[in-house]
């Protein structure tokens, strides 16, 4: 890719306990200690007991540091100025940024210090950027058990210059309702009023852990597409649910669920209403309305999907952007510039700037 500036929708960082506890009172330690070891007991179960006895038996197999994983060891993966240092040598010019602990999982586990633990997690997160905020944009997570307390902390880290928050791609992991109920109106509403995206990262689905249970395959192999394609229920909720119909200027970001299905869905649903007789009566227009209008997805390379014009326009070029997904194994780093030159070639010159840099400076207010 020649000068063409190219941002990175998503890419990863590796918080530690430690780092946590040292922006939390010391009072506080012992009951964050507790909720890990919950939410580590919870995890030895499901998808997350297969996602551990993948990376065991590969590091038997192949020793501590495995090429699959090669990345994980860089600087850059915790440290912000090394992280500026590895964009530089991938020519990535700013990357969108994802805690790999997800705090949501065991903040409730907490009972006297959820507040502060919020505060503390997000100020590691914050550390991080501090070395060039305007390249690293970190996605601050936003706990949604309170609202009440998720709305204090999207105000403060808004006030703080936020660019991005994050938000569980499926509320009922937690035992709470989708996000079509209206208890999360509130929340929502002020979100909307501050004009930064909601972003819901992909991954472990423990709603598939029933799925590892029955899947034959070392390392769940049947359960891993399925977490992707698992982003369906999500869309579903926040689109038929009506959740976009009553926030029109929401900006939501499923990140890293790829693109080559999407258009499929967005056919399928709309063919529901259109041919099928579904009636959704919470909409006012047909749901690939809403997706087109608020929604945006995150790919890796997939230079197959977007080759093809009728495909990509049904997706929408303004709703799809490009993610280097640093350091995971998957990862176009240190080669980004070429990966993604090679995924926009058949593309014009517009939509290739709008899916390797444009969309994501909209999306972020960059």
């Known amino acids: 890719m020649a000068a063409t500036e190219l941002i990175s929708s998503d890419s990863h960082v590796q918080v530690g306990h430690d780092a946590i ?18 939410f580590m007991q919870r ?6 007991a297969a996602n551990q006895a993948w990376a065991t038996k590969r590091q038997r197999k192949e020793g501590p540091n495995p090429k699959r994983f090669k990345n994980n060891a860089r600087p850059g993966y915790h440290d912000g100025a090394a992280r500026l240092l590895d964009m530089d040598l991938d020519g990535v010019q700013t990357e969108v940024i994802y805690s790999e602990l997800s705090f949501f999982r065991y903040w409730g586990d907490l009972k006297e210090s959820q507040h ?16 060039d905020p305007a390249r690293l944009v970190v996605s601050y997570q936003i706990p949604i058990q309170d609202i009440a307390g998720a709305m204090a902390e999207v105000r403060r880290v808004a006030d703080l210059g936020a660019k991005s928050l994050q938000l569980p791609v499926f509320p009922p992991e937690l035992g709470l309702p989708d996000y079509y109920h209206e208890r999360y109106d509130p929340l929502l509403a002020l979100i909307q009023e501050t004009g930064l995206p909601i972003c819901c990262h992909i991954g472990l689905n423990t709603g598939l ?21 698992s982003t369906g229920e999500a869309l579903g909720m926040w689109i038929m649910g009506g959740v976009l119909e009553r926030f029109p200027d ?9 693109v080559g299905w999407i258009a499929w869905w967005l056919n399928l649903v709309d063919d529901m209403v259109l041919r099928q007789d579904y009636v959704l009566p919470d909409l006012k227009e047909l ?29 929408g070029v303004e709703n799809i952007m490009w993610s280097s997904d640093y350091p995971h194994p998957v990862s176009s ?7 993604a030159a090679g995924c926009v070639a058949a593309l014009p010159e517009r939509e290739r700037e709008l899916i390797t840099s444009g969309n994501a400076k909209r999306v972020w207010n960059l």
């Open 287 to 315: 749901p690939s309305h809403y997706f087109h209008q608020n929604v945006f997805i995150t790919f890796i390379d997939e230079a197959e999907a977007l080759a093809f014009e009728p495909f990509r326009s049904r997706i």
């Open 333 to 339: 780093f240190p080669n980004s510039r070429s990966v």
């Open 116 to 131: 502060d633990t919020t505060v503390a997690f997000n100020e590691v997160l914050r550390d991080f950027a501090a070395p």
């Open 209 to 229: 852990d029933d799925l590892v249970s029955r899947d034959p395959t070392p390392g769940s192999a049947i359960m891993v597409p399925m977490a992707m394609l």
């Open 21 to 38: 506890k040292a922006h939390l009172a010391s009072k506080y330690h012992d009951e964050y200690d507790r909720a890990v070891e919950g």
């Open 43 to 48: 995890m030895m179960g499901g998808a997350g």
């Open 250 to 258: 929401l900006k939501l970001v499923f990140v890293e669920p790829g």
